[in-house]
């Protein structure tokens, strides 16, 4: 069994919630079939599972939206209802909805769509159609905020507050509760229990219904809308929007943001409500990364594919889910409410690697390793989480080759539509002194940067100045002992689609021919390649590699737009080619 798979779980609970052999996704608990049953997690049943909460003690609890009731799954394998009451309607699919405080067995909730495990330990509830957040506590359940029964907007004391539409709830720094109430904004209940409410500059919009935290230094909220997520810093109290409907139009797929869970200030997972999956964002990195992204990681591999509702474990991949709606992280591990297969589902988070800053908090310089730093544009990055990016790719196979006395470390630096001016820049004001290689990525549309609107004056002039800048920055990075290697692979949407192995167009929108490939290597690229050469500098040129990969592989239509930026096998094979030179010709 795969040990990474019981990180954060009992022993007893990884072995009743996986499969044999273990597999990255699996199912915790839920038969499948809709009921209230307690009892053993493979055999116990839920009617509509909407949110999911972990406490530090490995327990899951559950907002069993449907059945008025807040389950656990405890570390030993055994489900059990631990607040809420009533019998299931004839129709087998719900339990008429109600109020009631008191002993937990015999209270009642109506539509508990939110769920969170606070610093004391007690389980809060957004009990939606009661507009009120409740409090399950050593049995007992009580109102914790708002007025029971009556909807509206209202601040002040918690006993006297009113929301409008409670939904999604999470715990930040100092034990405040934060809700997304929609309609009425993201709301705050703080520890001695005074209701508030966000201000945001950065949207109007107050139809709030996921909302996720992310601690650190930077410790930001992340709140989603139907056209939106917005990014609140707690520190500054500064907001931005980014707006998920303008992201789609420009061909990057962003998916419906429903519940959200924070890994760190930039990086957050949710489930998307449309495709029926669980999705990576990372927020920008001004102003080397100035857009957002997003990335499936498990219940399928298309980008924009609803048609992947169901049922399945095994890979991120392959896996399926349906209507997935509330989602947990802990210990690399993420939790989610499958509302649709009514189950609860987890699976073991890939590596991510917090790329495109160089070095960071998370990954800083140390002398003890043989440091590289990875410069280009957001194609080279952008479909990149952890072991699958170019950085990690190089890492493993310089670290396999052992011809490096030191562990080799690899830092992305990621820059948006860049210039060679604007690499120059980083290399001048932000690259750390003893770094062991600096490695370009260049392409032609780059080296064009060098001119305004990027349009060189004349082939001889454009060539004499890119070999005087590159002597200067080979000159300038020498002083303090960095070698320079030039990594060169033609811009990406001059690469035939025709394969689609580089770019992401599909097969049926064959914009760019290789014809059109070969001309601008050999009237561009080709020349500035030999320029460099007489500098000289080191330069690794994967322009035949790239078309005999492009002849073998056969189409990939892996997103189904015209994004050009670089896929899996693209970055892959791109590593490997840097790699193989540096082992090939070791700095002196």
Known sequence: MDSTLLRGLSLSFAIAALPPGGTPVWTVAGSGEAGIADGPAASASFLMPSAVARANDGTLYVADEAAQRIRAVHPDGSVETVAGSGAIAPDGLSVPGGY??????????????????????????????????????????????????????????????????????????????????????????????????????????????GIGYAPGADAVLLASTPGAVVAYHLATRADEAFSTNAVAEASLPFGSVGAIAGLDHREFLFTDLRANNVRYLRLPLRPFAPSIFTRTIAGGRFERQVDDAGYRNGSLEESRFYAPRGIAVANGTAYVADAGNRRIRALTLPRFRLSEGGFTDAAPYDASAYQMLYLGASWAYHDSLGDDSICAHVEAELDASRKFSKPVRCHPVRIDSATFPQLEDYLANYLQPHVDVVVVNLSLSIVFGIFPNRTPPSTDVAVATFKTRVAALRERLAKNGTRLVLLWTNAPDDVSDVENLYGRESVADQRHLPAD???????????????????????????????????????QELFGTDDVHMTPAGSALTAHLLARYLISRPAP
Not at 526 to 547: G, H, N, R, S, W
Request: aromatic share 10%.
């Open 517 to 555: 490939l070969a001309d601008n290597y050999t009237h561009g690229t080709k020349l500035m390649i030999d320029a460099a050469a007489t500098v000289p500098v080191d330069q690794v040129d994967t322009y035949e590699d790239f078309l005999r990969a492009e002849r073998a592989v056969p189409p």
């Open 100 to 209: 009631r405080d008191g002993p937990a067995a015999t209270a009642q909730f109506y539509r508990p769509d939110g769920v969170a495990v606070g610093p004391d330990g007690a389980v809060y509830v957004s009990d939606n159609r009661n507009w009120c957040i409740r409090k399950l506590d050593r049995g007992v359940v009580s109102t914790f905020a708002g007025t029971c029964g009556q909807s509206g907007v209202a601040d002040g004391p918690a006993t006297t507050a009113r929301f409008k539409d409670p939904r999604a709830l999470v715990f930040g720094p100092e034990g405040t509760l934060y809700v997304a109430d929609f309609g009425a904004g993201i709301r705050t209940v703080s520890a001695s229990g005074a209701v508030g409410t966000l201000k945001f500059g950065s949207t109007p919009d107050v139809r709030f219904w």
